[in-house]
């Protein structure tokens, strides 16, 4: 992997990892050639291509070790990577079941490749991207905070690229100015599409962006987590994240991007417009109806008494980069 200049925003590893290990697994990614490693990813890649922690021969002592070390050293709750197994089997995926530990279960043998992402909508290019195309971008590692609309949070080492990135490659017209997202449609493989409304949404789930957001450098594409590629239940093969907001708008196995001339629909706003808006800033003074949003659990490793609940920051610690899209805009009204 290249190791672009680390900005302000970024939670460096070095914060959250013990120094040695942070060196061995820059060595490691470094001998990987984590760049133009497009040949290696051709049609066989599986949930170990990207694993550059899971190899014994890479890794010596192990990866497990490893990722014991860095949730002992790590200095502060705060700076603690949620652990891989959270990650993983802590998720929110309504298409594959209510409850936290349904998607992975349900989402085991989903089919992920072959996988067509729609590129179109107000663009120069339209296109087509498939499985492979997913892993043809410059792809970095992000560690960003995850913070629920329902108040709990992770710390989690994403692999991807900025969505500009695949903008670009569409080219975006400027009569464009939002970009809406959709998730794969397949009440075969995901049975909470089944009933029309199951677990209170419509189907397929939609999202949206302004522009200036989804251009915004922080704004990523997930193909892979704790350096493997996405798990099913995590949103394979594709995913947005959007660390500033809700989880929510972070939609998981994108078939169609699309740019548009007018605010998207965007499912939670069409369950519950009263609760989730189409913005879903973290704003720790604006509640949700039911809960209050000034404080979140923070989950690390899981089991009794290691979640933290801890104070939450407004567009969830990132205001330094991303306020300014909002200037003059009422965050009480825009929620
Ligand atoms: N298609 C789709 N995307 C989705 C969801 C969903 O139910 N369906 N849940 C969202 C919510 S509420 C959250 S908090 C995050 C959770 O991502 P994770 O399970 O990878 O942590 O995914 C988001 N993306
Ligand atoms: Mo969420």
Redo the contacts with the bound molecule.
């Keep these: 992997m290249l190791i672009k200049t680390k900005k302000s925003w970024q939670l460096s590893e070095a914060q959250v990892t013990d120094e040695t290990v942070f060196r061995q697994r820059r060595t490691l990614l470094r001998q990987m050639g984590f760049l133009g490693m497009g040949g290696l990813l051709a049609s066989h890649a599986q949930a170990g291509v990207l694993d550059w922690f899971g190899n014994d021969k890479n890794s010596g002592s192990g990866a497990k070790l490893q990722r014991e070390l860095e949730f002992a050293k790590a200095t502060s709750t705060q700076q603690t990577l949620t652990s891989e197994a959270k ?1 993983t089997s ?6 594959f079941g209510l409850g936290k530990n349904d ?1 992975r279960e349900n989402a085991a043998g989903f089919r992920v490749d072959p996988w067509q992402l729609q590129l179109d909508g107000l663009v120069d290019q339209p296109q087509t991207l498939g499985y492979e195309d997913l892993f043809g971008f410059d792809l970095e590692e992000r560690i960003y905070r ?1 913070r ?3 108040a709990w949070s ?1 710390v ?1 080492p994403w692999v991807g690229f900025p969505l500009a990135d695949i903008l670009k490659r569409a080219g975006v017209n400027s009569s464009a100015k939002y970009i809406a997202f959709e ?1 794969l449609f397949d009440p075969k493989q995901m049975p909470g599409q089944r009933s029309r409304l199951g677990g209170g ?1 419509r189907y397929p ?1 939609v999202e949206g962006l302004r522009m200036d957001e989804a251009m915004h450098p922080l704004t990523f594409i997930a193909v892979g987590v704790y350096g493997k590629t996405l798990a099913p ?3 394979a093969p594709v ?1 947005l994240v959007v660390p500033w907001k ?3 708008k ?4 994108i078939t169609r991007i699309q740019a548009v001339d007018k605010q998207p629909p965007t499912t939670w706003n069409l369950a519950a417009a009263n609760e989730y808006g189409f913005y879903a800033n973290v704003n720790p003074e604006v509640d949700h109806p039911r809960w209050s949003q000034a404080t979140e659990r923070r989950i690390t490793r899981g089991g009794l008494g290691s979640d933290e609940r801890i104070a939450t920051l407004p567009f969830n610690g990132y205001g330094e980069q991303v306020a300014g899209l909002y200037q003059g805009m009422d965050l009480q009204r825009f929620y």
Excluded at 90 to 95: D, G, H, S, T, V
């Design positions: 990650v802590y998720n929110n995926f309504y298409e998607p995850l629920c609309v329902e992770m989690i998730t949404i789930y239940q995590n949103g995913r809700y989880g929510f972070s939609i998981k196995s």
